[in-house]
């Protein structure tokens, strides 16, 4: 059974680093082909994929969110990481991880709401 | 960046009726077009992958359609789980981009 859970700091201050988890389960990171991402969704408003890993560690990133966004694995411990730098209010969204299936998003996790306040 | 544009943006129908959505993409995407469903509160869940294909579990009254620029969602005999928002997905650029949601609400 597949499954990713997010974490988060929940709430943060605009300018701090944003640092999210994504833990799963049900498959590896190693195994060739396999693909882990990040989703946003501000409240009320549609989805923007942010970035995805490959299992061979090739990296993908939105280009308007480049600069700021850096995702990592530790396929020892089934963990994907995205650190979003210099966040501000409009980065206020829930959270989504993702398992790629050749190239669509098969599996989500429940999400992670995060709110960027002064 | 290819853009995915959605229509209606938003619907009411009645359980029972049959409903399409459709989705443009500014280019040719050939059949690289998904679509997920998201009920209020919940993750999105994977309908269709490849235009045309549903997902393991997906019933049979969905379906999908189209190819290059124009595709459609099609639900047949609607039915009250089905209500929610629905997001295409294209991935045949340089990255995925998503249409901006159909929400489906009950008449």
């Known amino acids: 059974q597949v499954t990713l859970k997010e974490s988060g700091p929940g709430i943060l201050q605009p300018s701090q680093t944003l640092s999210l988890t994504c833990s799963f389960s049900?498959?590896?990171?190693?195994?060739?082909?396999?693909?882990v991402g990040w989703i946003r969704q501000p409240s009320g408003k549609g989805l923007e994929w942010l970035a995805h890993i490959w299992w061979d560690d090739v990296k993908r990133y939105n280009p308007d969110l480049k600069s700021r966004l850096t995702i990592s694995k530790d396929t020892s411990s089934s963990q994907v990481f995205l650190k979003i730098a210099s966040v501000d209010t409009a980065d206020t969204a829930t959270y989504y991880c993702?398992?790629?299936?050749?190239?669509?998003?098969?599996?989500w996790g429940q999400g992670t709401l995060v709110t960027v306040s002064a | 960046d290819i853009q995915m544009t959605q229509s209606p943006a938003s619907l009411s129908a009645s359980v029972g009726e049959t409903v399409t959505i459709t989705c443009r993409a500014s280019e040719n995407i050939y059949s690289y077009l998904e679509w997920y469903q998201q009920k209020q509160g919940k993750s999105p869940q994977l309908l269709v992958y490849?235009?045309?294909t549903l997902a393991e579990g997906v019933p049979s009254r969905f379906s999908g359609s189209g190819s290059g620029t124009q595709f459609s969602l099609k639900i047949n005999s609607l039915q009250p789980e089905d209500f929610g928002s629905y997001y295409c997905?294209?991935?045949?650029?340089?990255?995925?981009?998503f249409g901006g949601g159909t929400k489906l609400e009950i008449k």
């Open positions: 993702v398992r790629i299936d050749s190239a669509w998003f098969a599996y």
């Open positions: 997905q294209n991935h045949y650029g340089n990255f995925p981009t």
């Open positions: 490849n235009a045309k």
């Open positions: 049900g498959f590896s990171l190693s195994t060739s082909g396999m693909g």
